[in-house]
């Protein structure tokens, strides 16, 4: 039974490109959330994707968007990349919207912005 | 929105002894808790979670509070180990889609 995965594992970009972040949820999971961790802080939530659509958003502004695909994957795109986006972000998967609270959390991409 | 405050940052015992974090959240529609161990280098895994309707779970050493008139729940390790260290984190939710999480508690079990 395959967990949450991501990809890619690490990620070097300049200040003021665009990057895009994978996810597969974990097999049987169609709620994909995505979280962002700074260095020594607590993962913040981004957004949250069921039935290919948008249905939560934490405080982050409209360079992070995303996207699910009809087999439950999700990407998360942040364009014009500051240096304040270095982070680890991280991919959770859930099984359907607020029914199952359980979240399972993927090894995270880590985001480095030069 | 909900704030979750964590307690203490950093949190160092002997091996043998019991560890608290404490959470407090402001949010009083918040039902669901968990908390989180994160190793360095590695993704968040739930160790425990705990429902608004409970006032206490417990699974083998670690077992989890919560007070809701106080709006507060904390996390008990006991005869804790080596393995025990890393950072744990507790998160709130009232929704289970929007989930969030305190600063982290980086305990170490020293041998």
């Known amino acids: 039974d395959a967990g949450v995965t991501q990809s890619p594992t690490h990620l070097i970009k300049t200040r003021g490109q665009q990057v895009t972040l994978r996810c597969s949820p974990k097999?049987?999971?169609?709620?994909v959330s995505w979280y962002q961790q700074a260095l020594g802080q607590g993962p913040q939530f981004i957004f949250q994707?069921?039935?290919?659509?948008?249905?939560q958003r934490g405080n982050f502004p409209d360079r992070f968007s995303g996207h699910q695909f009809p087999n439950y994957s999700s990407e998360l795109n942040v364009n014009a990349l500051l240096l304040g986006d270095s982070a680890l972000y991280l991919c959770?998967?859930?099984?359907?919207?607020?029914?199952?609270?359980?979240?399972?959390f993927g090894p995270g991409t880590r985001l480095t912005v030069t | 929105g909900e704030n979750v405050e964590q307690h203490p940052s950093t949190l160092s015992v002997q091996e043998g002894d019991s560890a608290v974090i404490k959470c407090t959240y402001s949010?009083?529609?918040?039902?669901?808790f968990p908390w989180y161990k994160q190793e360095l280098g590695k993704r968040p895994q739930l160790i425990i979670d705990?429902?608004?309707?409970?006032g206490e779970k417990k699974d083998q050493r670690i077992a989890v509070t919560l007070n809701k008139t106080a709006k507060h729940f904390s996390l008990h390790i006991t005869e804790t180990q080596p393995e025990d260290s890393a950072v744990y984190f507790c998160?709130?939710?009232?929704?289970?889609?929007?989930?969030?999480f305190g600063t982290g508690t980086s305990l170490t079990v020293i041998p």
């Open positions: 705990i429902r608004s309707n409970v």
């Open positions: 959770a998967s859930s099984l359907g919207q607020g029914l199952n609270y359980e979240q399972y």
């Open positions: 998160a709130a939710s009232s929704t289970g889609n929007q989930f969030y």
């Open positions: 949010d009083s529609a918040s039902n669901y």
């Open positions: 994707y069921y039935e290919e659509e948008e249905r």
């Open positions: 097999s049987g999971h169609d709620t």
